[in-house]
């Protein structure tokens, strides 16, 4: 007995190094699956997040060397006054890139669903169709629909509104809120579809149910509907947000940031610092708040969206 005991012990320590060897290649496995994708994230993006946080502790001007300076920049961006109401401007732009838009795409997405409108899909096309106009021509349009004799002030007199006529991206007060209003028009769309999306997952028993014990419209929606697009509404809340904060283009086709600094945003000032002032590290100091903004904001929504789906 003492023989054959003596002999299985090898074979355990055998199966025991098998095991852990499987193990270990299992545990590998997904790693060396998605190595490939590391390597050119890291590449394409870490890498460059990395050196222009460097770049951030130098002031350099891209004609004489750079000279490290700290966080000096990261001072004086906070001591800037214009630089800081540039991330103001970014926050006012997230009303109307984020919160509208998710506001107007729910009640229509909710209106849609509900009437089951004949050419639903003609409907989704039309109200995607900003997504998929290059910014530079959307904002030429708005440039000329806000210009002095554009179709807006045109329509206001013509209903009787002369006196509130004006140049709407060359006015302090409301050139912001112009520009606001187009990132409207244009996320309103993709937030639609998105909520279309997962209004459709709905059974309809459910709604059938709810109109048996007599709920109403908005009973429906609200102990419905709105619970099963929370998700939706994450994804949706999460690239607006990313949108209103990286806003570069149509401020630059529209305004420029003007009149005056009226309408300047963090993505355009990290233009301006880089290539018109030659500011090279003041212009990554820029991107790279901005870049913590976001990942900030990305964050505390993602927290979010996985503590509602936990409570579902």
Request: net charge positive; aromatic share 10%; charged share 15%.
């Given at each position: 007995?003492?023989?054959?005991?003596?002999?299985?012990?090898?074979?355990?320590?055998?199966?025991?190094?098998?095991?852990?060897?499987?193990?270990?290649?299992?545990?590998?496995?997904?790693?060396?699956?998605?190595?490939?994708?590391?390597?050119?994230?890291?590449?394409?993006?870490?890498?460059?997040?990395?050196?222009?946080?460097?770049?951030?502790?130098y002031a350099?001007?891209?004609?004489?060397?750079?000279?490290?300076?700290?966080?000096?920049?990261?001072?004086?961006?906070?001591?800037?006054?214009?630089?800081?109401?540039?991330?103001?401007?970014?926050?006012?732009?997230?009303?109307?890139?984020?919160?509208?838009?998710?506001?107007?795409?729910?009640?229509?997405?909710?209106?849609?669903?509900?009437?089951?409108?004949?050419?639903?899909?003609?409907?989704?096309?039309?109200?995607?169709?900003?997504?998929?106009?290059?910014?530079?021509?959307?904002?030429?349009?708005?440039?000329?629909?806000?210009?002095?004799?554009?179709?807006?002030?045109?329509?206001?007199?013509?209903?009787?509104?002369?006196?509130?006529?004006?140049?709407?991206?060359?006015?302090?007060?409301?050139?912001?809120?112009?520009?606001?209003?187009?990132?409207?028009?244009?996320?309103?769309?993709?937030?639609?579809?998105?909520?279309?999306?997962?209004?459709?997952?709905?059974?309809?028993?459910?709604?059938?149910?709810a109109r048996?014990?007599?709920?109403?419209?908005?009973?429906?929606?609200?102990?419905?509907?709105?619970?099963?697009?929370?998700?939706?509404?994450?994804?949706?809340?999460?690239?607006?947000?990313?949108?209103?904060?990286?806003?570069?283009?149509?401020?630059?086709?529209?305004?420029?940031?003007?009149?005056?600094?009226?309408?300047?945003?963090?993505?355009?000032q990290v233009?301006?610092?880089?290539?018109?002032?030659?500011?090279?590290?003041?212009?990554?100091?820029?991107?790279?708040?901005?870049?913590?903004?976001?990942?900030?904001?990305?964050?505390?929504?993602?927290?979010?969206?996985?503590?509602?789906?936990?409570?579902?």
């Open positions: 007995m003492a023989t054959s005991s003596r002999a299985e012990r090898p074979d355990r320590r055998l199966a025991r190094r098998r095991l852990a060897s499987r193990e270990g290649r299992t545990v590998a496995t997904p790693y060396l699956y998605i190595a490939p994708a590391l390597l050119v994230y890291g590449a394409f993006l870490l890498w460059p997040l990395a050196r222009a946080a460097q770049f951030s502790l350099w001007d891209t004609v004489s060397p750079a000279r490290f300076v700290g966080f000096a920049n990261y001072v004086a961006m906070v001591n800037d006054p214009d630089l800081l109401a540039s991330f103001g401007h970014a926050a006012v732009l997230i009303i109307f890139y984020a919160v509208l838009p998710i506001g107007l795409g729910l009640v229509v997405a909710a209106i849609l669903n509900r009437a089951r409108v004949r050419g639903l899909s003609f409907f989704r096309t039309v109200i995607f169709l900003p997504q998929v106009i290059a910014m530079v021509v959307v904002a030429v349009a708005w440039t000329r629909i806000y210009s002095t004799d554009g179709s807006l002030n045109a329509l206001l007199r013509l209903v009787g509104l002369g006196d509130v006529t004006r140049a709407w991206l060359g006015d302090y007060t409301f050139a912001l809120p112009a520009v606001g209003l187009i990132g409207t028009w244009v996320e309103t769309g993709l937030v639609t579809i998105l909520l279309l999306a997962g209004m459709g997952r709905v059974p309809r028993d459910l709604y059938e149910a048996l014990d007599g709920a109403g419209a908005i009973a429906e929606f609200l102990a419905i509907t709105l619970p099963a697009v929370r998700g939706e509404l994450v994804v949706a809340a999460t690239l607006t947000v990313v949108a209103a904060l990286k806003n570069f283009d149509i401020i630059y086709m529209t305004t420029r940031g003007g009149p005056g600094t009226s309408t300047t945003v963090p993505s355009y233009y301006n610092q880089a290539f018109g002032l030659g500011q090279v590290g003041m212009a990554t100091t820029i991107g790279v708040s901005l870049a913590v903004v976001i990942f900030g904001i990305n964050l505390v929504l993602n927290r979010l969206g996985d503590r509602a789906a936990a409570d579902s």
